[in-house]
């Protein structure tokens, strides 16, 4: 720590921080708009100027970039001086020459850091009377709203997207008072992180088009802090709530996990929530195929029939359901009965997955840790569509070789601009082996192109390498060495490439490297929201569903229980039609209304994870609570909690003795040694902070009365919250507990930008600690082989390779309006050398196995005699990664498919 002074008081400040870093670290007010704690500082702006003094007898001084100046024992500053204070002042009414005055209208008013700034340095009247430049605003796809008239030119959108984030077609354009952002034309921004500009932008330009056309003040949003459920990463959330609709998701700062940044599949594929599909009551099934809804007492009852101790009982679990949920449902029907409710393939790999990163003696890497990685090897997981913040964390750790070169010359690694022009285009090495193109080509050195069993016979070669012994090949000996060579190397693969072997041979490299190297990291991708949970309630004894259908058949259940799972998505037709054909007790829970759903004999509406609580354990084995921002209404209830109520209507004295959701988790905590952190996860529900809970409304919310004033003029006391500590309220302070933080606000910081205020420094972890608590920490003992692979068909010369999209593979975020906009149609990919072989063309289509047709679409990236399929759409439900199949062309395809665009006025996404 060195002693600077500003304005005669000598503070304690971190030596390598710059100015402004420092004094929003010691809680000063320093206005500035360019400066970002995660991509550095440039000083365009001009807005965070210093007076700076050589000594104590220099009076004058000169005016400095305090984001530009570093922190020097014993260095003298001015912020409050009329010298730095009327060049502020002066920088803002110049940025406000050609802003309009649409504060009232603009959809960033209210928690714009630009009005902030403004009110700071005392700028209150425009003397300018002169015509303002105007822009026109472009199209930027569903879910920007562009308004280049708000515009600043502080540089932030700009370096954040092609910087940061590796997006191309955004860019500033023109010179002088004219300057541009924006798109070359008009259209979809192409990044996966594009969303992000919300955040970044101080103005209104970017804005998040959703809550546009849906718009509430950032006042008026209630809010909490939750975990996304668009992947298995556990980047924290604060999604935002009124008129009981989830209005928006904002990024929850989490320094270990996602920082400052989501991707759009986290930011905007929550729309779910509010969608038309969602279950509202309780409902019954008719001898004809109808349902009656009933009231939650009528359902209980005749859940109490079908769950009579006589009765054979099984259970589907969940992968995106809660840890609460699924152990519930285990008690309430057995271990041995209840499936972890993956599909055929992932029954085997996801807990070999979970074996795997519990037997590694690598540290299993977090986000903050993946972009300290000076080395980096991508072994058949394109992260991009399974884990995308994963990578953009991959972005930032190419730059490690940048950092490197910026020390030697004693730079810090906030100047920016330096830092990348000393670098150029040196990178630390990342390499990949996949099937097919990846968004990570732009920065990796090598990129191989294989099938998945020859992902594994390369990454075995790299193994050899590493142990002493000669590769087969250039590219695996090269990247041995930059493994060996690097301080912080990291393997990174998964579940996605559908293959065992791939997995088994990436944790072979990562025990070789430990053996030389302790700070060897390794991450392994699995691919929903608690996928890593559900199999930490698994074991042996956990039957599939495929092994339940068997049951079914020889008559050893009564009644199965299915959690929030979609079995269309998990199993065959053939599979589905044993369960439903040979059990007639069907209890369905599940928030939207599915194929599954319709086979119940009883369904119950649950909530999602925007009105329930829970915990979900990442792909990092981070468990994390989130907690519900719109409080139940109609007969949604959390899945964990009709499952007591199941329990309690069967007499079960077990679930009787749970009375709050806090017992629920201590009871799974208790019952499973490895999970028995999990109640660290978040505080419990009686938790207050000076005498009351953490509210969820911003002390300026209003409308109380005046939102169900069509009901009655009579406010009704707020709803009660015994589950968290959380209330449905203004009243509570929201200060320094860490990981349960609904919402940023500090007096002058009303944007997102308050984040600091919270922080034990600007840019530094939340005060109170970050949310969570990993689970995996310690290596185990225990041994063992990846179960049994079903078995794959293997009737003809195509392997089926899954292609994942961010939009659309997955299950619920493809339930938004803007995300099935994005989605577009499922295709099959094959490169043109085979697609010749076949007589196709890019308008042609492809029959698998006699099914459905579906369209083509040439990739020379795919190796030969793969097929890449668009994993997790209907039309391709029925394929099965890893097999093999026999193809024929459809006949008519182009001529059939063009009646069907005309039919509907051509608006298709084709």
Known sequence: MVIINIDGQDYQAREGQNILQACLSLGLNLPYFCWHPAMGSIGACRQCAVVQFQNAEDERGRIVMACMTPVTDGARFSLGGDKASTFRRNIVESLMLNHPHDCPVCAEGGECHLQDMTVMVGHRDRRYRGRKNTHRNQYL???????????????????????????????????????????????????????????VCPTGVFTDKTLVQHYTRKWDLQSAPSVCVGCAVGCNTMPGERYGKLKRIHNRFNAEVNGYFLCDRGRFGAGFVNSPQRLDYAAARNADGSYDAIQPDAALKLAAELLQPDNKLAGIGSPRASLESNFLLQQLVGAGNCSPGFSALDHALIPYTLQLLQQSPARIASLQDIESADAVLVLGEDVTNTAPRIALALRQAVRSRAFELAAELKLEPWQDAAVRNLAQNQRSPLDSYLSAESKLDDIARHCIRCNPEQIADHANAIVSALNGGTADSDSASDIARSLLAARRPL???????QSAAVLEAAAAIVNALHRVNPATMISLSVPECNSLGAALLSSDVSPSIAALAERAVKGDIDTLVILENDLTRRCSPQTLALLYDNISNIIALDALDTATVSEAALVLP???????????????????????????????????????????????????????????????????????????????????????????????????????????????????????????????????QGGLLPFVWSPGWNSNQAVHKFQSEAGGPLRGGSAGVRLLDETTDSSGSPAAKPGLPETGQWLLVPRYRIFGSDELSVRSEVIAELAGEPLLELNAADAASLGLGQDDALCIEGAAAIAVRIND????????????????????????VAVSKAVDWASSRSQIISSDGGSRHV
């Open 141 to 199: 796809g569903p879910l920007i709203h562009h308004e280049m008239n708000r515009c600043i030119t502080c540089y932030r959108c700009t370096r954040y997207y092609r910087d940061y984030a590796g997006g191309h077609d955004l860019a500033a354009m023109a010179a002088h008072d004219h300057i541009y952002f924006g798109r070359h034309t008009d259209g979809v921004l192409e990044n996966e992180f594009a969303g992000n500009l919300v955040e």
């Open 491 to 497: 393997i990174v693969s998964g579940s996605g490439a």
């Open 606 to 736: 649950c909530a999602t994870f925007a009105d329930s609580e829970g915990t979900l354990v990442s792909s990092e084995g981070r468990a994390q609570r989130y907690f519900p921002v719109i409080s139940t209404t109609l007969d949604r209830q959390p899945g964990w909690y009709w499952l007591l109520q199941l329990g309690r209507a069967a007499r079960r004295d077990d679930f009787a003795e749970l009375l709050h959701f806090d017992a629920v988790s201590a009871a799974c905590a208790a019952h499973y040694g490895q999970l028995a952190a999990i109640s660290a996860a978040a505080p419990l529900h009686d938790f207050v902070s000076h005498g009351l809970k953490v509210p969820r409304q911003p002390h300026r919310y209003s409308g109380r009365t005046a939102m169900r004033a069509n009901v009655s003029v009579q406010e009704p006391r707020q709803t009660q919250d015994g589950e968290s500590p959380l209330a449905y309220s203004m009243e509570g302070l929201n200060r320094d």
């Open 861 to 884: 990236s795919l190796p030969g005699g793969c097929i890449g399929f668009s994993a997790g759409y209907e039309a391709t439900r029925s394929l099965v990664a890893g097999s093999r």
